[in-house]
């Protein structure tokens, strides 16, 4: 009896050895003036006095407002007062206006954007889900590549605990995310963004927001983890918690099984589902195209299905079963599959990593960078690699060609020339900063803008120092070089006119009244004479479409677009006299150049956010922002036709070859439409 007592007691004692607590804070939004400061200190307080006190703390982005450096110096200042580690993750603030971009979090940090560490049993992750240069979340093909390593080398069985920025609904391929973490044993996702206490029930997990210490009365979460289970309580400053939920340490089984159709299925006519679920009283049945849900009807007592009409745009689709039982548990499963669309898509290939910028087309190649670091090289007519080379770093920029030559930048700062037959890397120059925008070439020379903030030139041929022009704050455009003058936007409320020679200033002209008003998001057109550039607003009142004189840098003319868009953020296009631009409602307005008077205003009926329109054959070739393109007719503004690509963002422009329009996406594929 004395043994059997002893042995409880060492299970009791292990029980408690394993028992700790930890803490979620979120969207602290620090500013280097200090705004909310006191809010932040308030609720280090409060964690500082708990008793026991946590074992550590994690905040799930939004850290500052800018994630500009003085931001994140006065952030570091602060939480340098945590009794306790404090783990970090970026969230869109930290990533959308900063020179640093997800540098940030090595500078900062010391640490990768994503990582992960265990503690008493138990395996936790600091994901990434912020974007370089957009408010928007994304969880990279890469990063989720990575993930499945870091959970098999954790086991499969061990309890384990996520984190990043962006809340559900907001990270458009989550789907995939459920899926990769299917097979292991992820306990709970804890997020931000919302600003306040919120909870989702997905596939046996819970995703759990945290209320924004920024806000007024700032919040937190208290996690008590012990032997079994996870309790989770709410946290106003100056009030008592509140029991939230509580989260078993173990998982059950997805009931939901999808047979029909499979990832990658061709469907012409009805759409033909079929599905297992497996019993459970109360439990409701449901299916989406996209999201449109609808009752799955049951075939048998255990078999589920439907025939589902289909009329909306052509290409890929996510067909998903849901099973909702009492307690609002959600269980998913999914598939892409194409609707249609044989005669439109050519060829279509998965990449690395997304692409979060326009391809490239020289000869019948075409060339980019992807966000998992490899440079491609494919042949334009079948899709078919011709070389990769991985440079050790995002590339966000897109491919500058010149004979046998292209020329990128990286993100840890490289800009980079590389042999167009081979993929043979040249040379390589080391800035201070990532480079952001796509390097221009010209007059032997590469010029591209880095994040220290700066200017280059470099030798095209060598990779050697040409000229460098400091600035204020960093672009991230692609320049445009018109006869020895290189133009371009910045984060500093200028537009710039650098010599090309010499680097010296031949004018600049300010655009607004603070940094968020900037010609910085859009790549600017020109005719030889004028440069039109996009401009993020400041007032809902402020032109947002300006006109320089190339020569002098006077403003000619300057539009607010009639539509309540974000056109700022998307690059004009333009077509002999006639420029276009997108807003970020759908709305696609063709002016004339000489004036900026309206020709005609178009929808494409759905959003447009950080793309550019290509042209060819008097047609307009248009990304959206959620996986749809559009051809438009540039004279009129007629849509001919749309093609879905799924819901990655389409932030790069497509190119043109022959009959193709080849669409990078931030999904991590390329693909190849029939004009």
Same mark, same amino acid.
């Given at each position: 009896?004395? =043994?059997?007592?002893?042995?409880?007691?060492?299970?009791?004692?292990?029980? @408690?050895?394993?028992?700790?607590?930890?803490?979620?804070?979120?969207?602290?939004?620090?500013?280097?003036?200090?705004?909310?400061?006191?809010?932040?200190?308030?609720?280090?307080?409060?964690?500082?006095?708990?008793?026991?006190? *946590?074992?550590?703390?994690?905040?799930?982005?939004?850290?500052?407002?800018?994630?500009?450096?003085?931001?994140?110096?006065?952030?570091?200042?602060?939480? &340098?007062? @945590?009794?306790?580690?404090?783990?970090?993750?970026?969230?869109?603030?930290?990533?959308?206006?900063?020179?640093?971009?997800?540098?940030?979090?090595?500078?900062?940090?010391?640490?990768?954007?994503?990582?992960?560490?265990?503690?008493?049993?138990?395996?936790?992750?600091?994901?990434? &889900?912020?974007?370089?240069?957009?408010?928007?979340?994304?969880?990279?093909?890469?990063?989720?590549?990575? !993930?499945?390593?870091?959970?098999?080398?954790? &086991?499969?069985?061990?309890?384990?605990?996520?984190?990043?920025?962006?809340?559900?609904?907001?990270?458009?391929?989550?789907?995939?995310?459920?899926?990769?973490?299917?097979?292991?044993?992820?306990?709970?996702?804890?997020?931000?963004?919302?600003?306040?206490?919120?909870?989702?029930?997905?596939?046996?997990?819970?995703?759990?927001?945290?209320?924004?210490?920024?806000?007024?009365?700032?919040?937190?979460?208290?996690?008590? %983890?012990?032997?079994?289970?996870?309790?989770?309580?709410?946290?106003?400053?100056?009030?008592?918690?509140?029991?939230?939920?509580?989260?078993?340490?173990?998982?059950?089984?997805?009931?939901?099984?999808?047979?029909?159709?499979?990832?990658?299925?061709?469907?012409?006519?009805?759409?033909?589902?079929?599905?297992?679920?497996?019993?459970?009283?109360?439990?409701?049945?449901?299916?989406?195209?996209?999201?449109?849900?609808?009752?799955?009807?049951?075939?048998?007592?255990?078999?589920?299905?439907?025939?589902?009409?289909?009329?909306?745009?052509?290409?890929?689709? !996510?067909?998903?079963?849901?099973?909702?039982?009492?307690?609002?548990?959600?269980?998913?499963?999914?598939?892409?599959?194409?609707?249609?669309?044989?005669?439109?898509?050519?060829?279509?290939?998965?990449?690395?990593?997304?692409?979060?910028?326009?391809?490239?087309?020289?000869?019948?190649?075409?060339?980019?960078?992807?966000?998992?670091?490899?440079?491609?090289?494919?042949?334009?007519?079948?899709?078919?690699?011709?070389?990769?080379?991985?440079?050790?770093?995002?590339?966000?920029?897109?491919?500058?060609?010149?004979?046998?030559?292209?020329?990128?930048?990286?993100?840890?700062? =490289?800009?980079?020339?590389?042999?167009?037959?081979?993929?043979?890397?040249?040379?390589?120059?080391?800035?201070?900063?990532?480079?952001?925008?796509?390097?221009?070439?010209?007059?032997?020379?590469?010029?591209?803008?880095?994040?220290?903030?700066?200017?280059?030139?470099?030798?095209?041929?060598?990779?050697?120092?040409?000229?460098?022009?400091?600035?204020?704050?960093?672009?991230? %455009?692609?320049?445009?070089?018109?006869?020895?003058?290189?133009?371009?936007?910045?984060?500093?409320?200028?537009?710039?006119? !650098?010599?090309?020679?010499?680097?010296?200033?031949?004018?600049?002209?300010?655009?607004?009244?603070?940094?968020?008003?900037?010609?910085? &998001?859009?790549?600017?057109?020109?005719?030889?004479?004028?440069?039109?550039?996009? #401009?993020?607003?400041?007032?809902?009142?402020?032109?947002?479409?300006?006109?320089?004189?190339?020569?002098?840098?006077?403003?000619?003319?300057?539009?607010?677009?009639?539509?309540?868009?974000?056109?700022?953020?998307?690059? *004009?296009?333009?077509?002999?006299?006639? #420029?276009?631009?997108?807003?970020?409602?759908?709305?696609?307005?063709?002016?004339?150049?000489?004036?900026?008077?309206?020709?005609?205003?178009?929808?494409?009926?759905?959003?447009?956010?950080?793309?550019? *329109?290509?042209?060819?054959?008097?047609?307009?070739?248009?990304?959206?922002?959620?996986?749809? #393109?559009?051809?438009?007719?540039?004279?009129?503004?007629?849509?001919?036709?749309?093609?879905?690509?799924?819901?990655?963002?389409?932030?790069?422009?497509?190119? %043109?070859?022959?009959?193709?329009?080849?669409?990078?996406?931030?999904?991590?594929?390329?693909?190849?439409?029939?004009?």
């Amino acid at each position: 009896m004395k =043994r059997v007592l002893l042995f409880l007691a060492l299970l009791l004692l292990a029980a @408690f050895a394993q028992a700790f607590t930890f803490v979620q804070i979120s969207d602290t939004h620090i500013t280097g003036a200090g705004s909310h400061e006191d809010n932040l200190r308030a609720i280090i307080g409060e964690i500082n006095a708990m008793s026991p006190p *946590p074992a550590f703390v994690v905040c799930t982005g939004d850290m500052t407002e800018t994630g500009r450096p003085p931001d994140m110096e006065k952030y570091r200042e602060i939480i &340098s007062s @945590f009794k306790m580690p404090l783990y970090n993750v970026l969230g869109n603030h930290e990533t959308k206006w900063t020179n640093l971009g997800k540098e940030t979090m090595r500078v900062f940090f010391e640490r990768n954007p994503y990582y992960s560490f265990d503690y008493e049993g138990m395996h936790f992750v600091a994901m990434d &889900s912020s974007m370089w240069q957009q408010h928007h979340g994304l969880l990279d093909r890469s990063q989720l590549s990575w !993930l499945k390593t870091d959970l098999d080398k954790a &086991s499969r069985d061990t309890p384990s605990v996520l984190f990043y920025h962006h809340c559900p609904g907001f990270i458009p391929n989550e789907p995939e995310l459920l899926q990769t973490i299917k097979p292991y044993n992820v306990r709970l996702i804890l997020v931000g963004h919302g600003h306040t206490f919120k909870t989702w029930r997905r596939n046996g997990l819970l995703f759990q927001e945290c209320k924004g210490g920024m806000n007024n009365q700032g919040g937190y979460r208290i996690l008590d %983890v012990s032997e079994g289970e996870i309790r989770s309580y709410t946290k106003l400053v100056g009030k008592d918690k509140a029991m939230d939920a509580v989260i078993p340490l173990t998982n059950a089984r997805n009931p939901v099984t999808l047979y029909s159709p499979q990832t990658g299925k061709w469907i012409e006519g009805k759409v033909q589902i079929r599905a297992s679920v497996m019993p459970g009283e109360g439990r409701k049945l449901e299916y989406a195209i996209d999201g449109d849900w609808k009752p799955l009807p049951a075939m048998t007592s255990a078999v589920y299905g439907a025939a589902a009409d289909f009329g909306g745009t052509r290409g890929w689709h !996510l067909i998903s079963i849901r099973a909702t039982d009492p307690d609002g548990m959600e269980w998913h499963e999914s598939a892409w599959v194409r609707i249609g669309g044989k005669t439109r898509e050519a060829w279509r290939i998965n990449t690395s990593g997304g692409v979060q910028r326009a391809v490239t087309i020289f000869g019948d190649r075409v060339y980019f960078g992807t966000l998992g670091g490899d440079v491609y090289c494919l042949e334009a007519e079948t899709g078919k690699e011709v070389w990769r080379h991985n440079v050790g770093s995002d590339v966000i920029s897109g491919v500058a060609l010149d004979g046998s030559r292209i020329y990128l930048g990286t993100a840890d700062g =490289r800009i980079m020339g590389l042999d167009a037959f081979t993929g043979e890397q040249k040379w390589f120059f080391q800035t201070a900063g990532p480079i952001q925008g796509t390097p221009v070439v010209g007059d032997g020379r590469v010029f591209a803008g880095s994040g220290e903030a700066a200017f280059y030139a470099l030798d095209a041929e060598t990779g050697d120092l040409v000229w460098k022009y400091p600035m204020d704050r960093f672009t991230q %455009v692609q320049p445009m070089l018109l006869d020895g003058v290189v133009y371009f936007g910045a984060w500093d409320k200028y537009f710039y006119a !650098l010599n090309a020679s010499d680097g010296s200033l031949k004018w600049k002209t300010l655009i607004g009244i603070n940094f968020f008003y900037s010609t910085a &998001s859009s790549d600017p057109v020109t005719d030889g004479k004028s440069i039109v550039a996009n #401009v993020t607003r400041y007032k809902p009142e402020d032109p947002d479409v300006y006109c320089l004189d190339a020569n002098t840098g006077d403003v000619i003319w300057k539009i607010r677009q009639p539509e309540n868009s974000d056109c700022g953020f998307n690059s *004009p296009c333009l077509i002999g006299d006639k #420029v276009y631009s997108l807003a970020g409602n759908g709305v696609v307005l063709c002016m004339r150049m000489k004036d900026g008077s309206e020709m005609w205003r178009k929808s494409t009926g759905f959003s447009l956010l950080g793309g550019k *329109p290509v042209s060819a054959d008097g047609k307009l070739y248009i990304p959206g922002l959620r996986g749809n #393109v559009a051809c438009m007719d540039a004279k009129s503004g007629e849509k001919l036709w749309t093609y879905s690509l799924g819901s990655g963002y389409l932030f790069g422009s497509a190119a %043109v070859w022959e009959d193709l329009v080849i669409v990078p996406s931030c999904e991590g594929n390329v693909t190849a439409l029939r004009k």
